[in-house]
């Protein structure tokens, strides 16, 4: 099993640019989460989703947009990046009480 | 809203040491507790979860307590080893599907 896969590994992007970081899980899990880690501040939830056709806001959920595609995908979109979004990107998965991680997106916002 | 401190942040050793890293948080209303581990530039490894009704979990060389009423976890590594240098995350679950809470993390350098 490859567990939880994130696309891409590395990106930079110019300010005001889009992307969508693609995360997609393969043991059946319910919820998918989004994380960014940024030095000094520890892991910050962005938005989350309990189950398939379901999206919530995290803690810092502003400038980004979330979609829950089917049962394994959950993709995360800037519409319009900003440097303040240069960060490492993580995304989730759990059924009931353990959280499995992929191995993250470097996002660079110049 | 809870949050989460971990003590040490930086910890630095020789090898065969038994050491201790210690995760507080301030609400005690959890559902579980997690430990991570992290290595530069790759993502979080679980090592432990303690459910809020367990006092402990061990994983060979690997310890986790729980207290939840005064709101503290330790991580006991023993014999430690230069493979054991990375970073520690320590996470709580308040029950509901919302995520976790992290610690900052202890940044550990095992000395060969």
């Known amino acids: 099993n490859a567990g939880v896969t994130q696309t891409p590994k590395f990106q930079v992007l110019k300010t005001g640019q889009s992307m969508t970081l693609q995360c997609a899980q393969d043991?059946?899990?319910?919820?998918m989460y989004w994380y960014r880690q940024d030095p000094g501040m520890g892991l910050r939830l962005i938005y989350y989703?309990?189950?398939?056709?379901?999206?919530d806001k995290g803690e810092v959920p502003n400038g980004y947009n979330v979609s829950r595609l089917n049962k394994r995908e959950f993709s995360l979109r800037l519409e319009s990046a900003a440097p303040s979004q240069t960060s490492v990107y993580f995304c989730?998965?759990?059924?009931?009480?353990?959280?499995?991680f992929g191995p993250g997106t470097r996002l660079t916002v110049t | 809203k809870q949050e989460v401190t971990q003590i040490p942040a930086a910890l630095s050793v020789p090898e065969g040491e038994n050491l201790v890293l210690n995760c507080s948080f301030t609400d005690s209303a959890i559902y579980n507790l997690q430990w991570f581990r992290q290595d530069p530039g790759k993502g979080l490894t679980s090592l432990l979860l303690i459910q809020s009704s367990q006092r402990e979990q061990t994983s060979g060389r690997l310890n986790a307590s729980l207290d939840k009423s005064s709101g503290r976890s330790t991580l006991y590594i023993a014999a430690s080893q230069p493979g054991d240098s990375a970073t520690y995350l320590c996470a709580v679950n308040g029950g509901g599907a919302d995520g976790l809470t992290f610690g900052k993390g202890t940044h550990l350098i095992i000395q060969p």
């Open positions: 989703s309990a189950s398939e056709g379901t999206t």
């Open positions: 043991m059946n899990h319910n919820s």
């Open positions: 989730a998965s759990s059924v009931g009480v353990e959280q499995y």
